[in-house]
């Protein structure tokens, strides 16, 4: 479904505010149609493991097979296809069974796993999903969300306070919330240059706009795209699933063993040593030149074969 919508939209915003030429928008359009055929619509709907998951890695196991007074910590995940684990072969290679198993051996108990994240979800229709986990509010609940909001050109501070309104919701029901902020879309190799470089500017923006809001709300960030960028780009072929959009098992499994400690001291029950500060932007996203640049590259030439 992103895929489906591709970066047209993003392009059209980036052809707003970088000021692109006639000629110059005209080849980035072509672009995006090309990546849009060679990404394609997502092949099914993403695997679901919902239930009740033990140390060990066993799970999901019925209630009744608890031993008595055991209580599971309530574990929910809102977001959008990156949250619900598009692109995985298996149920236990899904973020949230990968983080539910997680949970259980770090704290060695019973950890009940709710997905309400939906393919295609944009943080303007993330408040449903808000709602439907607040009718039993959970212990913990991680988000993961922007992809959608860069393809569908949504405003990147409307999204971010959208994003902070449902953190404080949330906080304010008394659920720990952890936030994995928008990766970078730079990083899909499918999308040719320059257009791959203007969803990176994107994504990033939004990615810094979030991670303020979700701190402002009370929530944790976590900047994704900071921190799995140079990994994504080094091994595409090991860290995208088929479709060389969404992320492999691989892939999942990189951002889930970031997430996992911010998750655990989110509720305090983090044991393993001072979480290292994250970066307020990685070394391989301030290496990267600004999109206005390389419009303007873009601009001249095309000027330069249009008056040969």
Known sequence: MIAAKALRLALLAAGTAGGLSGAAYGLLNGQSRYARRVIG?????????????????????????????????ELAVLGDSSAAGLGVNFPAELP??????????????????????IVGTTTQELAAQVDAALLRPPRLVLIIVGANDVTSKLPVSACAELLGDAVRRLVGAGVAV???????????????????????HWSLALSRAQRGAVEAAGGHAVPLADLLSPEFLARPGEFFSPDRFHPSAAGYEAATTILL???CAA????????????????KAAEARRPTSRIVARLNRRLHRHADA
Do not use: K, Y
């Open 178 to 200: 952890v936030v994995g902020t928008c990766p970078d879309l730079g990083a899909i190799q499918p999308i040719p240059q320059p257009l791959r470089s203007i969803a990176r």
């Open 41 to 73: 619509p997502p092949a099914n709907e993403p695997l679901r493991a919902d239930g009740i998951h033990l140390p060990g890695g066993f799970g999901p196991v019925p209630r009744r097979e608890l031993a008595d007074g055991a209580q599971p910590l």
């Open 267 to 282: 509720i305090g029950e983090w044991e393993g040593g001072p979480l290292p500060l994250a970066p307020t932007r990685s």
């Open 96 to 117: 949230g069974v990968r983080l539910a198993r997680g949970l259980a051996e770090e704290l060695d108990r019973p950890i009940s796993l709710t997905t309400h994240a």
């Open 261 to 263: 400690p911010a998750m």
